[in-house]
Every structure is written in structure tokens, then in C-alpha cells.
């Protein structure tokens, strides 16, 4: 555990090597490079950011690679930085089930380490927790940044945080990948503030027919002018669960 840590001065990364994590259109720094984050985890369980501030990060503020487990940042604040203040990318491995374009298979040989639509051997961040935490004024060199990024992750939980200020949406579940990601009792405003085209949340279905998050409960969202709705669903994603939900535009 590490408790009232200040983690800050981290230098940029918008210049290294770049992939895609998953199924959705977001590119992220390639995480087989161990400063893709300025705190950077692969292969942990239980590790737990209690009180801590993460500032003046000029690229990722947390990066979780491959395999970690019920990794949590609570009553923390995560501010000035660079790019995504919190960025999960998981492994997955080749099926023999994979297609191109055309409908063609694509051999296990042609495929990157760590892609293909098999993630059965557990190899991604599941059931990491973000609480009670502050997240303002991110993205300031990499545009397509969130406080939350999750790409070949499941089970993560967002609970009890305000996030504001930033260029892209806050929270962005890039590819649907596996169950029970969850959402609760958070406030959320002035996201996309350097495009038009977003919204507070990106949940997208792209890799399956799953929600993206299962349950969206008791949040609230602070609409602007620049945004369109307040949650963008993939096209082959469910519609979530929303009890207690608001969305309040100014």
C-alpha cells in the first residue's frame, strides 16, 4: 500500500511508440515499455493507492499492463497530466477463429504478441477500483486522453469520483472486453473540452455483443454546449442499466 505519496515531474511519452489497444479507435503508448506511465504495474495484485496526488505528469499517470489484479487509487487526485491519468491495456492471444476484412482467416503467425480475441488465459487488468478520487485537467499534450482509460480490461469499478476538465471523455471503455465494469454515484462535467464529436462517457462495444459497463447508478453528468449526449453506446453494445441517473444540462 502506498499512503499519502506524491507522485509528480514524470517526463512525456507522446513521442514513443504508440498501438491500439483493443477494438475501439484509440491509440495509447505501446505497454511493453515500462514508462508508458509514470507509475507503471504489470504482474501486481493488490496494490493500492491511498491518498495520493499524481501531478505535473507529462505523459500517463497510471498505466496497468497485461496481467494485474484488483489494483485501487482512492481518495487520491490526479492532476496536470499530460495524457490519461489512468490507462489499463490487457494481453489477449490468438483464437485461430481470426478473420480479416474480407472474411479470410488470418493465421496466429500474422497477428501482434499479445492481440487476437482470445482472453482466456487472463492475462489483462481485472477488478481495479478507482474511488473517491479527483481527476481535473489532463490530456494537455496527448488529445485523445481520459481519466479512465480501459482497453482489454473487465470488472473495473469507477465509484464516488469528480471528474472535470478534460480534452476527450472522461471515462472511455474502448472495447467491451469481458463483464462487470461498473459505475456509481459519480459527478462528472466540462469533458471534451478540445472536440465536439464525445461525450462524458465512450463505452464502446467494438470486440463483442456485452455491455460495456453493466451499471451506470447514481451518477451525475453536467452536459455542455460541445456535448452531444451524455453516453455514447457502440453499436453492438447494450444499453446498461441507468437507475438513478442524471444528466443536467447548463
Not at 88 to 103: F, P, V
Not at 124 to 146: A, D, M, N, W, Y
Not at 192 to 211: F, L, Q, T, V, Y
Amino acid at each position: 500500500m502506498r499512503t499519502g505519496v506524491g507522485f509528480r515531474d514524470a517526463g512525456y511519452t507522446y513521442m514513443n511508440p504508440h498501438g491500439n489497444p483493443g477494438g475501439g479507435d484509440w491509440g495509447l503508448q505501446s505497454p511493453q515499455y515500462d514508462e508508458a506511465g509514470a507509475v507503471y504495474l504489470s504482474g501486481t495484485s493488490g496494490v493500492r493507492f491511498v491518498s495520493c496526488t499524481f501531478k505535473y505528469l507529462d505523459g500517463n499517470g497510471v498505466f496497468l499492463a497485461g496481467f494485474n489484479r484488483n489494483a485501487t487509487i482512492t481518495k487520491s487526485e490526479l492532476t496536470q497530466i499530460g495524457d490519461s491519468a489512468v490507462a489499463l491495456w490487457g494481453y489477449t492471444k490468438a483464437s485461430g477463429a481470426e478473420q480479416d476484412l474480407d472474411g479470410a482467416p488470418v493465421p496466429a503467425s500474422a497477428l501482434p504478441p499479445g492481440t487476437g480475441i482470445d482472453g482466456s488465459d487472463g492475462n489483462q487488468p481485472r477488478g481495479t477500483v478507482v474511488s473517491e478520487s479527483l481527476c481535473h485537467e489532463i490530456g494537455f499534450f496527448q488529445k485523445q486522453s481520459s481519466c479512465v482509460h480501459m482497453g482489454k480490461s473487465m470488472e473495473t469499478s469507477i465509484l464516488d469520483s469528480v471528474f472535470f476538465n478534460g480534452p476527450r471523455a472522461h471515462v472511455n471503455q474502448n472495447d467491451a472486453f469481458g463483464l462487470g465494469s461498473r459505475m456509481a454515484g459519480n459527478v462528472m462535467w466540462s469533458s471534451c473540452r478540445e472536440s465536439s464529436d464525445r461525450e462524458c462517457i465512450k463505452p464502446r462495444g467494438a470486440s463483442g455483443r456485452w455491455h460495456c459497463i453493466d451499471t451506470f447508478r447514481a451518477n451525475r453528468w453536467h452536459l455542455q454546449q460541445l456535448e452531444q449526449t451524455t453516453i455514447h453506446l457502440g453499436a453492438r453494445a447494450r444499453p446498461a442499466a441507468q437507475p438513478h441517473t442524471e444528466a443536467l444540462r447548463h
